[in-house]
């Protein structure tokens, strides 16, 4: 069973930089598919933050490209989110998830339950 | 503002066969497939449909979906009170180079 956590802060001050962590059980991470960051702030819909791909291929959305990294720590089974200067349009759930399919493994077939991240002073 | 553009909301009675509509671009629907997600109240999205109309494994099959140029739906037969949820419809944009979100429907089962 293919399972993923969100962990990190819940807080984040106005221009520092986010750090979300995304732990893979129950599937290695190197086992090929797309690993997802996803976002939604409160009463909003759902924003697709990047993806990556063997560690190597990564995709992010063009309203964030410039401030976003997403990584993988293999030895973990884990994959990172970092998004710098944010501000409080940032704050949101943030949701991991596995991708699969065609363009950036745009089939989320497996995600997290979600972390909500404030950023506020 | 969404690049796939969705109803805000629909509903429906028990039993009835709603659509929700999905609008896009020769960049996006029209030139890759669609995936629709279902987030119920205080929950991480689902996986509901794949590849414009493949259903993944436990979705039942009252649920379908289909895409018609640069536009796809879904559609819940047999309407059931479990169903009110929102409803994203997503697909990759070449011109974008990612993948994009419609806005989300909220579906009311009345």
């Known amino acids: 069973q293919v399972q993923l956590q969100e962990s990190g802060p819940g807080l984040v001050k106005p221009s520092e930089t986010l750090s979300l962590t995304c732990t893979v059980s129950?599937?290695?991470?190197?086992?090929?598919?797309?690993w997802v960051w996803l976002r939604q702030p409160p009463g909003k819909g759902l924003e697709w933050i990047g993806s990556?791909?063997?560690?190597?291929?990564?995709y992010y959305n063009p309203s964030l490209k410039s401030r976003v990294t997403i990584s993988v720590d293999t030895s973990k089974n884990q994959f990172s989110l970092t998004l710098s200067s944010v501000t409080a349009a940032d704050t949101a759930v943030y949701y991991c998830?596995?991708?699969?399919?065609?363009?950036?493994?745009?089939?989320?077939?497996?995600w997290g339950q979600g972390t909500l991240v404030t950023v506020s002073s | 503002q969404s690049v796939l553009t969705q109803p805000p909301s629909a509903s429906g009675t028990p039993g009835q066969r709603v659509t929700i509509s999905c609008s896009g671009s020769?960049?996006?629907?029209?030139?890759?497939?669609v995936n629709w997600y279902q987030q119920l109240p205080g929950t991480a999205p689902k996986f509901l449909i794949y590849?414009?109309?493949q259903r993944p494994s436990g979705v039942p099959d009252r649920f379908s979906g289909s895409k018609s140029g640069t536009s796809a739906s879904l559609a819940i037969s047999g309407l059931q009170s479990e169903d009110e949820a929102d409803y994203y419809c997503?697909?990759?944009?070449?011109?974008?180079?990612?993948?994009?979100f419609g806005g989300g429907t909220k579906l009311t089962v009345l």
């Open positions: 998830a596995r991708g699969d399919g065609g363009y950036g493994g745009d089939q989320f077939d497996y």
């Open positions: 990556v791909y063997h560690s190597e291929n990564t």
């Open positions: 020769s960049s996006n629907i029209g030139s890759n497939t």
């Open positions: 997503a697909a990759w944009d070449d011109s974008l180079n990612g993948v994009m």
């Open positions: 590849s414009n109309n």
């Open positions: 129950g599937f290695s991470i190197t086992s090929g598919y797309y």
